[in-house]
């Protein structure tokens, strides 16, 4: 039997496939994590803009004062996890806040704040 005859693989081959495909996971691997890292965050604020729409309809329709009692026993009836990576929900100046995510919101700068410039159109 002629070693030439046998079909196969040779070690070389196999060695530059698995560091080819090594090269690419290096490469995929941040942008995956950052594409979950970011779903995550977007989970949270989709999450607490509907705690707070919700718990302003509750405030309306119960006829209740805000406080933080009613803000809590609120969020133990809530029925869902709102932050992905439990962060503290908090009600403060009639806005719902996540404590891990609410200085994303908006690029950590507040929407309110007229700071003198144009707006870009």
Do not use: W
Request: proline residues 2%; negative net charge; glycine residues 8%.
């Amino acid at each position: 039997m002629n070693y030439k005859d046998i079909k196969g693989f040779t070690l070389v081959e196999v060695i530059v496939v698995i560091a080819i495909l090594g090269i690419i996971a290096t490469i995929a691997m941040p942008s995956v994590l950052g594409i979950i890292e970011t779903s995550k965050v977007d989970v949270c604020h989709v999450n607490v803009s509907e705690v707070e729409r919700h718990y302003e309809a509750y405030l309306e329709l119960e006829s209740v004062e805000h406080s933080n009692a009613v803000f809590v026993q609120y969020l133990h009836s809530y029925d869902g996890e709102i932050c992905p990576e439990g962060g503290v929900i908090s009600y403060v100046d009639e806005r719902v806040q996540c404590s891990l995510h609410s200085e994303d919101l908006d690029g950590g700068r507040d929407l309110d704040e007229d700071d003198g410039d144009v707006p870009y159109l």
